[in-house]
């Protein structure tokens, strides 16, 4: 089904789906990039190199220089080692630094929009009117679209086999305090260390997904 012309082509058994309450929303930075301008993963580490005032010559500033400028070179996008950026950050400057740096660079403008956000949370509704989705953004602009929404954050991420603990905004890789001054239990999924140990050695961010693929439709 198409709602609108020339709009993607939707299968029924999706929109079933979602109305029987089977579909989860699983979110990336495009959302904030669509109407709130917020920054991509390579804008974020150039940001922060900025902010903390990371040395020309430092390890990570070449990195990011150099895969710009390979970018730049060869037309192909997407090829900053951005979570090495952040890796080699944590090691010139205190790991609590960089999430703060982190933090500030994604304070929205004052005029930012939400409206991708706020399509986004009347998608995820349950029958109920209950929003539930997850998200891999630290921002807080689905939150700010409905205040007092259920939010959470790694370590003290909701049972998905739980309805009643399961709904709102879950932040996979963590998400910002309300100020954007740091990070909510100073965790952010932000380095190759950190992915490697969500997803490989520990393992916690693995399980959680595998654990709302048992239940949901991941959209």
Known sequence: MRFIPDGPSIPDELLIAR?????????????????????????????????????????????????REFESATGLNG??????????????????????????????????????????????????????????????????CEPGINSSNPPHLPDPRRDIDFRGIIHLHGRVDLDYRRACDDEFVLSSADFGRAYLSEGWATRYIQALLRRYRLV
């Open 19 to 67: 109305d029987a309450g089977e579909v989860l929303f699983f979110c990336g930075a495009g959302v904030s990039q669509a109407s709130a301008n917020l920054p991509n993963f390579t804008v974020l580490a150039e940001k922060v190199l900025h902010l903390l005032g990371s040395a020309l010559d430092s390890p990570a500033r070449r990195l990011f220089n150099a895969g």
């Open 79 to 144: 090829l900053v080692a951005t979570d090495r950026i952040f890796g080699m950050l944590e090691r010139e400057f205190e790991p609590t630094e960089v999430r703060e740096a982190v933090a500030i660079a994604l304070k929205p403008d004052k005029d930012h929009g939400l409206k991708a956000h706020r399509t986004l949370l009347d998608l995820s509704r349950t029958r109920t009117g209950i929003p539930r989705l997850v998200t891999t953004n630290f921002d807080l602009l689905f939150e700010e």
